[in-house]
């Protein structure tokens, strides 16, 4: 994939003429292409000799391709040491919230995932070519992304001159500068759309020896599909991962790939996380609404399809008995599955089916297995994700395999008796049959969430382990590229936040479900959220996460993630002489929790909060009360000073620079 539809020397640029331009970036342009976007390059490419006509050296990109959003920047400009990422509004009399932020979100890409990029300053720049300029002086952030410039038609040449000022920047050589690569991670959200929309996940994902190849795992489960096809066997696999590893995305691309080219296989996803297949489903009918200019109500038909609710799927093969359409089927976050227990006693309360015997798991095996040649089932099974009662982890699967489908191929994950995974022990028993294949591709290792810190969930880990020792020292390596900070001011981490996220970098407030004394705090988690609206509507909209007033909790934020989250902590998970202890509250008093399994549920509830934000987090522990016997202030003290022990400052986290980058590239 080219990266840009028109690429040439400064100098060649000016030269060449106007049509000679256009017809490049025509030929290049995949879609059907409308006299408007003609005019707008052609607009543009006026306006750019006008204003570089002065400038003897540099490369000019029209069409830039940023892969981990789908788009492109209408051009980009290497001159000097200097990176300047152009966005034009051909027409347009304003500078619009959106259009700001759209160019300020293309120059913070470039910064965290293009290498050529990394140690270049970058000045994003959004010309609006019927208004009025605002003049501005160039501002860097501390990683040398300056504030957005809004320009009318002119301006941009005293930009660029002025964007060196200052600035000890080496000169970028174009040859290695677009050779160098494109590492993206994707938020899930922007996968997905990606996927959706036909885009291969090479393209979206990062590709460095450092990460896990997500390619290799979707390459293993096709050729475990097309083995079970060809042979006409029932096959399972289980794809492990640690936190933010990609296992969504993977499975994600399984789907959407054999969906693509295999249509007689309906290949679907399915996650029992309902805020999940909520927000995947807005956005992504939203996006298909917008790129297709068709009714919402529309893509919204089209999206059911792909993503299902596992509950649903479960629900039309109890009424209907005969085999699914579906060939593929793969279920995210498989050992979230009910056991027996909570399986029937739902059946029971909710659908009205005395004498329900089955595990989920077991149940929806039994589904797959109504087919009379092939299928194959893929789980995808987190690490310490078990949040809820009734969850049975992988332990379900693998029983229901060996006593009523042992006629199923069984593939494993290397990994997948590790204790992360599983801690039963007849489940660790079934996965030593030389019956179990394992492959080592189908464990992901390297969390891909926090692009800027592969330790932290390493660094989480320690924490909620109480070793503040091991956690002090991975806190080392991980604050060096993600700030995390500690406070007893709630109003100091909403400033934080606020202040630190640019362009439409999403922060917002996280809680466990069960921090019902954060209440006098101002943060009342039991006035629930509306997931796809926290997620995805802008800054403007109060339920938004911008707006920080209202609160997710594990079971909102699950699965999906934010570039930066305040951390909430309240008194039921409290640090005391005894290390951690669980409490629940209940009624008027907090009550110790001594159930192994609800404690387990607890502090893997403050490992999902822990690791959602992909760039920087703040931990707000309050101060307490001791006027309130709900909240005095020891409860909250031990926590504060054990989290202080593991290294954490009580200094706002600050912008770090990206690694390859001297202080003498700084402003002076």
């Known amino acids: ?49 006008s204003e570089l006509g002065g400038l003897s050296a540099g490369s000019i990109y029209f069409e830039f391709s940023i892969p981990r959003m789908g788009k492109r920047a209408d051009c980009v400009l290497l001159i000097g040491g200097t990176i300047t990422v152009v966005e034009f509004k051909v027409g347009s009399q304003s500078f619009d919230r959106h259009a700001i932020d759209q160019v300020h979100d293309y120059a913070l890409d470039l910064k965290n995932f293009h290498r050529g990029s990394h140690a270049a300053p970058i000045v994003p720049v959004l010309i609006a070519t019927a208004a009025v300029s605002q003049p501005a002086p160039v501002t860097f952030a501390a990683d040398l992304v300056a504030a957005p410039i809004c320009l009318g038609p002119t301006g941009l040449a005293q930009v660029i001159s002025t964007g060196h000022d200052g600035l000890a920047a080496l000169a970028i050589d174009p040859a290695a500068w677009e050779a160098s690569g494109y590492q993206p991670t994707p938020t899930i959200i922007e996968a997905a759309q990606a996927l959706y929309q036909n885009h291969n996940v090479l393209e979206i994902s990062r590709s460095d020896a450092g990460a896990k190849n997500l390619q290799a795992t979707s390459g293993r489960i096709a050729d475990i599909i097309e083995q079970s096809k060809a042979a006409g066997r029932k096959s399972i696999c289980f794809i492990t991962g640690v936190p933010g590893a990609g296992k969504t995305l993977a499975g994600l691309n399984i789907a959407t790939l054999r969906a693509m080219e295999h249509t007689d296989e309906h290949a679907v996803f399915l996650s029992g996380n309902g805020p999940l297949v909520d927000v995947l489903r807005e956005a992504l009918a939203r996006d298909q609404a917008e790129r297709e200019c068709i009714k919402k109500s529309d893509a919204q038909r089209k999206v059911r399809s792909f993503v299902q609710n596992i509950h649903h799927f479960r629900d039309e093969y109890l009424r209907d008995t005969s085999a699914p359409a579906e060939k593929v089927v793969v279920f995210d976050e498989a050992q979230r599955a009910w056991t027996q227990e909570q399986a029937s006693n739902f059946m029971q309360r909710k659908r009205g089916q005395d004498g329900f015997d089955q595990s989920e798991p077991e149940f929806l095996v039994s589904v797959m297995d109504r087919h009379a040649d092939w299928c194959t089932v893929v789980c995808l099974i987190g690490g310490g994700q078990e949040i809820n009662t009734g969850e049975a982890g992988i332990a379900e699967w693998l029983k229901a395999l060996q006593t009523r489908f042992p006629h199923w191929d069984l593939h494993a994950s290397a990994l997948l008796e590790d204790p992360h995974y599983t801690v039963d022990q007849d489940a660790k028993r079934r996965l030593q049959s030389p019956s179990v294949h394992k492959h080592p591709d ?25 070793d503040a020792t091991a956690a002090s020292t991975l806190l080392g390596r991980v604050k060096q590229r993600y700030p995390i900070w500690l406070t007893r001011d709630l109003s100091q981490a909403k400033a934080w ?81 005894r290390g951690w202890e669980c409490h629940a509250f209940r009624g008027t008093v907090w009550q110790s929790v001594n159930a192994s399994e609800r404690q387990l549920y607890l502090v893997n509830a403050y490992r999902v909060l822990l690791t959602r934000a992909r760039q920087g987090l703040v931990i707000f522990v309050p101060h307490g009360d001791d006027n309130d016997p709900t909240r005095p202030r020891r409860y909250y003290d031990g926590t504060f000073d054990f989290l202080r022990s593991c290294g954490l400052s009580t200094q706002p986290g600050s912008l770090a620079v990206m690694d390859g980058q001297s202080s003498s590239r700084a402003a002076k």
């Open 1 to 49: 994939m080219s990266i840009a539809y028109y690429m040439a020397p400064l100098p060649s640029f000016l030269r060449e003429p106007e049509d000679s331009i256009l017809g490049k970036l025509s030929r290049n342009h995949r879609h059907d292409l409308e006299q408007e976007q003609k005019r707008a390059w052609i607009a543009q490419i006026r306006l750019l000799k």
């Open 442 to 466: 189908l464990h992901l290792s390297v969390s891909m969430r926090s692009f800027r810190a592969e330790v932290l969930s390493g660094f989480v880990g320690a924490v909620l382990a109480g």
């Open 497 to 577: 936040l606020r202040s630190i996220a640019r362009g439409s970098e999403r922060f917002g407030l996280v809680a466990s479900s069960g921090a019902h004394r954060l209440r006098p705090e101002g943060i009342h988690i039991k006035a629930a959220i509306d997931p796809p609206t926290w997620f995805l509507n802008d800054r403007e909209d109060v339920r938004s996460a911008f707006y920080l007033e209202e609160v997710a909790t594990e079971f909102d934020v699950q699965g999906l993630e934010l570039d930066w989250a305040g951390v909430c902590w309240d008194a039921n998970l409290r640090y005391g002489r």
